[in-house]
């Protein structure tokens, strides 16, 4: 459901809520201004591109997105990924790769695989969101302290040419940057300015500074870009080649995964907060068409921006006017103030940056989850961090993944329990039958837990090592979930193994879903439809029946 359209539908459209949402899309457009700009500069873009994207996908995505209160637009997560391929593909690739990311979320919206947040672990999530804040950190040193670019491929060795330079910083731009940081960090504690946006005012006092004393050292929009253009942009459609998309693939998927993955996040984030519930697969697809669109206008990547997106719920916003208010307010600076950002110095955007890492970062949840978390979760938190800061952000996603899946397999196998039943469990069922004990030359065995690939080898194992054989095996199911096909083929080997020394196995106690794929391998065909019981009772009961014949067939 569009977002519009629900809050249509819960009456928030009506005239006595407008005022509370321009107010916040008041708020939340001049909190976005200094971060889109930063962002767009970071990720190796001119600084009116972050804006462009920041007005036409925060209206698409409030308007068609799955969440009512989401504030789309450029994010410092997409800062690596994008950097990355602007350097290596040049503005045109970049473009290209979003209009793809945008299709491929729009196939995981319509797939109805919004729900893919969930199968990410917390460790893996904390651990590349700390790297990329890492990078960030790092990567603004460059502005924050006006030395000379570095030009390296790994990490390790852009951060010691950096701090090889940091001798000869730039006192000017330092003290501007100082000062800038130290506004976004102090202002939100004073009464009289706590709901002025901290960025906003970092932006105003360092190009004050700049205008008052015209440093010639402090590299400015106007000199490092030539300013900001006056005026809406124009739609212009990438050239595509067959080629180019297919180079471009990866690259795409990497947005697309990270785009998900953030605006999900935001959208569980204002669900908590604002007490509402988001349509995961809309809000991919309204996070798709932005992306196709907004490169069409000059825009870059976009995805939900967790601190807009709080901004506007904690100032009222509570419908996607908040979120239309937010892009029009773009709108109207472009048109009107865009000759003013000239002066405003690159290393009060760096400023900001740092602290938009820092809170990306979150230290403190990184902290505890050092200090309390399992060893294996301890493990794949720093084999992901360290793989995005020294390596690459992809393959640290990745690689993250797959370790938490296969430790999640590993601890699934473990908890399968192939075990024979004690007199004391059978009790009651033999109880039935005027019995105290199993009679010789019956086994039961009872399976407990999910029975896939990694439990296959317990189970063989365990059968395996029945030393008497028995004339009759009855297998209990009433504690399996679920079946796969390594599963299958391992239970009919063993059947097989047992029929072979001629021991009758019987089955019991297997669900509908078990006993349907039972059907299908072939496993109720092999044993017999008749040696096949939904409750152990009556399999105990033909058991003990055909236990005399067995015994006779074997003198």
């Known amino acids: 459901m569009f977002a519009i359209k629900e809050a249509y539908q819960a009456g928030l459209l009506q005239a006595r809520h407008w005022p509370q949402n321009i107010l916040a ?7 976005a201004l200094p971060l889109a700009m930063a962002f767009a500069i970071a990720s190796g873009v001119k600084p009116e591109q972050g804006i462009y994207t920041a007005i036409i996908a925060g209206i698409i995505v409030s308007l068609a997105g799955g969440s009512r209160v989401q504030i789309a637009g450029p994010t410092g997560a997409f800062i690596v990924i994008l950097a990355g391929i602007v350097a290596e593909h040049g503005i045109v690739g970049l473009q290209v790769a979003t209009m793809m990311a945008g299709v491929i979320l729009l196939i995981l919206g319509a797939a109805k ?3 893919i947040i969930r199968y990410i672990p917390d460790p893996v999530i904390i651990g590349f969101t700390s790297g990329i804040a890492v990078i960030i950190f790092v990567g603004q040193w460059q502005e924050f302290f006006g030395v000379t670019a570095v030009s390296a491929e790994h990490f390790h060795q852009q951060i010691w040419g950096l701090l090889q330079q940091l001798p000869q910083l730039d006192l000017a731009t330092t003290g501007i940057a100082i000062a800038a940081l130290l506004a976004v960090l102090v202002t939100p504690k004073i009464p009289y300015l706590r709901k002025v946006p901290g960025p906003l005012i970092a932006l105003v006092l360092a190009t004050l500074l700049q205008l008052i004393f015209n440093f010639a050292s402090v590299r400015t929009i106007g000199s490092a870009f030539g300013g900001i253009p006056q005026g809406l942009p124009e739609f212009s459609l990438p050239q595509l080649s067959f080629s180019q998309i297919v180079t471009l693939i990866g690259p795409a998927f990497a947005i697309a995964m990270l785009g998900a993955i953030e605006s999900l996040l935001s959208a569980v984030v204002a669900d908590g907060m604002a007490g509402t519930k988001h349509h995961s697969n809309q809000e991919l697809m309204g996070q798709g068409a932005a992306n196709i669109i907004a490169p069409l206008f000059g825009g870059i990547a976009a995805t939900g921006a967790i601190a807009r997106t709080a901004t506007n719920i904690r100032n009222g916003g509570n419908s996607p006017i908040a979120g239309v208010v937010h892009g ?28 938009v890492a820092w809170n990306m970062s979150d230290a403190p949840h990184f902290l505890k989850m050092l200090r309390r978390a399992p060893r294996a979760d301890i493990a794949i938190l720093l084999i992901t961090f360290s793989l995005t800061v020294f390596a690459d952000l992809v393959v640290a996603v990745n690689i993250g993944v797959i370790i938490a899946m296969l430790h999640f397999v590993r601890r699934m196998a473990s908890s399968v329990e192939v075990k024979a039943e004690t007199q ?26 999910p029975f896939f690939f990694a439990a296959a080898e317990t189970f063989e194992r365990t059968l395996g090592a029945i030393h008497a054989r028995p004339h009759i095996l009855i297998l209990r199911f009433k504690w399996v979930p ?9 239970l009919e080997e063993v059947i097989q193994r047992f029929q072979r020394q001629h021991t009758q196995v019987l089955i019991s106690g297997a669900n509908e879903r078990v006993l349907k794929k039972l059907e ?12 096949v019981f939904s409750n152990f009772e009556p399999a105990l009961a033909k058991a003990l029946a055909a236990l005399p014949t067995s015994a006779e067939s074997r003198h």
Not at 25 to 31: A, D, L
Not at 340 to 352: G, Q
């Open 424 to 449: 004391p469990e059978l009790a009651p069922a033999l109880a039935q039958h005027q019995l105290t004990e199993l009679p010789p030359g019956i086994s039961v065995y009872t399976l407990e837990g």
């Open 520 to 531: 299908r391998a072939g496993i109720v065909t092999l044993v017999g439809a008749t040696s």
């Open 482 to 490: 679920f079946m796969d096909i390594t599963a299958l083929q391992t």
């Open 328 to 355: 029009l307010v773009l709108v109207i600076i472009l048109l009107a103030l865009a000759p003013l950002a000239d002066a405003i110095p690159l290393a009060a955007l760096s400023a900001i940056l740092f602290v």
């Open 113 to 115: 695989l919004g729900s």
């Open 25 to 31: 899309g008041v708020i939340v457009g001049i909190v």
